[in-house]
């Protein structure tokens, strides 16, 4: 026994002298052919970054499937050469063949660039056996877990992949025009990381803790650079396109419209660092569809941004705040809501400017400017939104932030003359502070804003933050909030005004050596939301255990008594029945759990339930997906949420249904079809989406989409579900194209 602790102890030992503490990257003497081959000179005289460590199922062994990587540049790009090492003959696993592939059981390997050595923020790149690209940015130094990876950035960069008997091979291209970086550095931070689906792994060059993000950030190693980088020239992407789009409101009878129109965006780069966005005459009808959710929420539901003018640097503008309580939400503009209905409608874009990026290694900036269009139909007048942010960068992995808000109408009335000055106006400043430590253990967030309009209301502030720490065994989260009643950012998102908040949650996470579980463990959490005039308005607490198996499975459950108060009317049944007094109140014991199977798998599946007590009744509820891949073509899966909501009488019981089949299929890794139906039985509606994609160039594209929303009768009495009269009909054919001046 005590000869085996010396040898294992000198393994680790060995593990960490070995570790390579940085990797060098020199010019390359001759042209690098995109073949993924690594044949040329450069390449054999390159430093290798090898000795990869396991992040998953376990961080303390070298993992089993190596990896070796290669770097060199020219005058316009950086290269990157990786080979993916296998034990023995195998298969490789991907979503399908379109960009931007995702998940902990997909094949692939990835770069991670922090280009300003702060620890904060970061490009990644990845290819995976099949040679689908995709690309991404890392906020807040990828641990603090508000969103900070992001897929939704696109950009121009090569590569080329080949599977052979023993390894796979990838070789990149990235352009510097396509990075942002300070002039005269001669070191970036770096990482590299492999998911491989074979053993089930994740790997990474240099060592991260697993109880982190795969993308943290505070471990990346040095790239050394032989020579000060320079400017790379000019840099100025111009990106018009033109829409021919058909549409038909069936519910007012209007006749079919036809419209032609263009528009475009431009990328300019303000030096190496800067990136100045411009849009004109902006169209967003290739954008996917928004999930449709079943809401027995009394608040408002937030849909993530997925338009691509707003999401480089995103994280500048919409990471103020907490979720929840954001000062600013990018997708108020644009989308504008009707008062007489509570619809979204599309508000018409002018154009706009967006300013992001560092003016030096410490500090970053933000200038958003956009102009609204007049829409009578809603009463809405030409509105201006403005946002400006400042962020300087404290102590190792730091930072403050300042924000300012102003949204204002250019004219008093609908139809009205130009103002400078109109009567109505809407704006929001604050501040926040970001913590990271220098290992991560401790990450946090406090910030203060205050909203401003005519009416110059008394309690219009929101303020609160949170504090995390986290080691191998433990994690605790505490966090706090105070919305004040008259907290109205009209270019934010608020769920909940004039509250207070209180919430924890703890997590004892244990190791099995061997076995199928990688890690299993209780936890327990609660959540107090009060105010001043009616004492608690929401309460609960939770037991909970988690188990996430080596196969990458992962099944949690939580055991909760709740309480509500309502302060306002409320129907819980979702029907528009009857509804619930004001001022009463209701406590319930719930059953929460979730399970997702292995990914790995054709067939593969994500099941939750959240069943108990509900008000003065009971609630069965069960939501998932369900997959099958035929790879590496594409996939099937079907959404489902079923809500069965039982209340005594006189108030309305209901059996909500929300069904949403999606087919996915790559034709090519440049030829998408996408289809997308969902019913929803709680607002009776049957929206069809297909979208046709070819990317004929990079980050060219053309789309064809066919919109149809349609009456649906739900499930009552027995009836077949049977789709009634159209709402709505559109068809858009819209053509972009990237040209590089």
């Known amino acids: 026994m005590q000869s085996r602790f010396f040898l294992s102890l000198f393994l680790l030992s060995g593990i960490t002298c070995f570790s390579q503490p940085a990797i060098s990257i020199k010019r390359a003497?001759?042209?690098?052919?995109?073949?993924?081959?690594?044949?040329?000179?450069?390449?054999?005289?390159?430093?290798?970054?090898?000795?990869?460590?396991?992040?998953?199922?376990?961080?303390?062994?070298l993992a089993k499937a190596q990896t070796e990587i290669r770097l060199t540049y020219d005058d316009h790009f950086i290269y990157i050469a990786a080979k993916m090492y296998n034990l023995s003959p195998?298969?490789?696993?991907?979503?399908?063949?379109?960009?931007?592939?995702?998940?902990?059981?997909?094949?692939?390997?990835?770069?991670?660039?922090?280009?300003?050595?702060?620890?904060?923020?970061?490009?990644?790149?990845?290819?995976?056996?099949?040679?689908?690209?995709?690309?991404?940015?890392?906020?807040?130094?990828?641990?603090?877990g508000q969103n900070d990876f992001s897929l939704n950035w696109d950009n121009k960069w090569y590569s080329e992949a080949k599977i052979y008997e023993d390894c796979w091979i990838v070789e990149m291209a990235i352009p510097f025009k396509t990075l942002r970086f300070k002039e005269n550095l001669t070191r970036w931070n770096v990482n590299f990381y492999r998911i491989d689906s074979q053993y089930a792994e994740r790997s990474t060059w240099s060592p991260i803790p697993r109880n982190f993000d795969i993308v943290n950030l505070a471990f990346n190693k040095e790239l050394i650079w032989d020579v000060p980088l320079q400017k790379p020239g000019a840099n100025v992407s111009v990106i018009p396109y033109t829409a021919l789009n058909s549409f038909r409101d069936f519910e007012n009878g209007t006749p079919s419209e036809t419209k032609v129109q263009a528009g475009g965006d431009a990328k300019i780069g303000i030096g190496p660092a800067l990136n100045l966005d411009l849009t004109v005459n902006p169209d967003f009808s290739q954008v996917e569809v928004d999930e449709q959710v079943t809401n027995l929420d009394r608040f408002e539901i937030f849909f993530p941004e997925r338009r691509q003018f707003f999401l480089e640097n995103a994280d500048l503008f919409a990471n103020f705040g907490l979720e929840g309580t954001r000062p600013f939400f990018s997708r108020r503009i644009g989308i504008a809501r009707d008062s007489s209905t509570g619809q979204n409608v599309q508000n018409t874009i002018y154009g706009g400017v967006r300013l992001s990026g560092k003016i030096n290694n410490n500090t970053r900036v933000g200038i958003l400017n956009m102009q609204g269009g007049e829409e009578p139909e809603i009463n809405l007048p030409s509105t201006n939104y403005l946002v400006t942010t400042v962020q300087q960068k404290v102590w190792a992995r730091s930072n403050i932030g300042f924000l300012f808000v102003n949204k204002q109408a250019f004219q008093d009335s609908i139809g009205g003359e130009f103002t400078r000055s109109p009567e109505t106006y809407s704006r929001t400043a604050g501040v926040d502070f970001n913590l990271a430590t220098r290992d991560n253990r401790w990450t946090g967030k406090a910030f203060y804003h205050h909203s401003f309009d005519e009416t110059k209301n008394d309690s219009a502030f929101a303020y609160g933050g949170f504090l995390n720490f986290s080691v191998l065994k433990w994690n605790v989260s505490v966090l706090t909030r105070n919305v004040g009643a008259n907290y109205n950012p009209e270019v934010g998102f608020v769920r909940r005004q004039d509250i207070r908040q209180l919430a924890s949650t703890t997590w004892y996470n244990m190791y099995p050596a061997r076995g199928r579980v990688q890690s299993h463990g209780p936890g327990f959490d609660f959540d107090m939301v009060g105010n001043e005039t009616y004492g608690y308005l929401d309460w609960d607490y939770n037991f909970m255990y988690r188990i996430r198996w080596r196969s990458t499975a992962v099944f949690s459950m939580r055991l909760r008594e709740e309480y509500t108060y309502l302060f306002d009317p409320f129907d819980p049944s979702g029907s528009g029945g009857l509804q619930l007094p004001s001022g009463t109140d209701y406590q319930n014991f719930v059953l929460i759990a979730n399970y997702t199977s292995d990914a790995r798998k054709r067939f593969f599946y994500n099941l939750s339930t959240r069943s108990g007590g509900y008000f003065n009744g009971s609630r069965a509820n069960l939501t998932g997906i369900v997959t099958y891949r035929y790879q590496p073509w594409g996939f099937a899966s079907l959404n489902f949420s079923y809500n069965g909501i039982r209340l005594p009488e006189p108030y309305n019981s209901s059996d909500l249904f929300l069904i949403g089949p999606r087919i996915d299929f790559t034709f090519s890794r440049k030829v998408f079809w996408t289809t997308f139906i969902?019913?929803?039985?709680?607002?009776?509606?049957?929206?069809?989406?297909?979208?046709f994609q070819w990317r004929f160039k990079p980050v060219s594209d053309l789309f064809i989409v066919y919109t149809d929303n349609y009456v649906a009768e739900s499930f009552e009495n027995g009836n077949v579900f049977r789709v009634g009269q159209p709402k709505n009909r559109a068809l858009v054919l819209k053509l972009t194209y990237w040209l590089n001046l």
Do not use: C, M
């Open 90 to 144: 195998r298969t490789y696993v991907t979503p399908s063949l379109r960009r931007d592939y995702r998940g902990e059981a997909n094949d692939g390997v990835s770069v991670v660039f922090d280009t300003f050595k702060d620890k904060t923020n970061a490009f990644i790149f990845g290819v995976n056996p099949f040679g689908v690209q995709r690309e991404g940015l890392v906020a807040n130094g990828g641990g603090t």
């Open 29 to 61: 003497s001759a042209p690098i052919v995109l073949d993924a081959q690594i044949n040329e000179p450069d390449w054999q005289t390159a430093q290798v970054a090898s000795q990869f460590h396991q992040f998953f199922p376990t961080d303390t062994i």
């Open 678 to 691: 969902q019913y929803n039985s709680q607002i009776n509606n049957l929206n069809i989406n297909s979208r």
